[in-house]
């Protein structure tokens, strides 16, 4: 359902000359995002729930939170630069055609698939970094709290862990 929705509003808006706006250039991105966040779990959802396997490697976990946690920081991100394009829309009516040309539309887009990404990847070097003290099986969600105790030292992982906290909210 999650990709047939999606795979509607980017062909509607991409075949469509009426919606070659800011605010429905980032809603394609928001998308694929949306794509890319549901193809990241739903796989793996599905082999517990039909086949009843409910571990995972420590490598797939590893690749699931980066694609997981750099699809979520980029739409969090999309949300900020719709906000920035309303803005600039209702308090820049005159200027906004300027303000929010073409290119800097691609120059905040390209950030944010940037910023998400490079996010995500130092985050998941982090934690493929650290020493595991038991198991190379999870059997839970690859989520980075359940996932911090098994390894022997995390002091570097909280550190990025509060930081990028603060710098998203």
Known sequence: MVLCGNSLIVAAITCSSGLRTPTYFFLV???????????????????????????????????QRFFLLSSVVGEVLFFAAMAYDHDMAICW???????????????????????????????????????????????????????????????VNDIMAVVTSSLLC
């Open 29 to 63: 991105n928001l998308s694929v995002l949306d794509v890319v966040c549901s193809c990241t779990m739903v796989p793996k959802l599905l082999e517990i729930l039909v086949a009843g396997k409910k571990s995972i490697s420590y490598g797939g976990c590893m690749a």
């Open 93 to 155: 009516l005159l200027h906004y055609g300027s303000m929010m040309s073409p290119r800097v539309c691609a120059a905040l887009a390209g950030a944010v698939w940037g910023v998400s990404t490079l996010g995500a990847g130092a985050n998941s070097c982090l934690m493929l970094w650290l020493t595991c003290r038991g198991p190379n099986v999870v059997n839970h969600f690859c989520e980075i709290a359940p996932l911090l105790p098994l390894f022997s030292s995390t002091y």
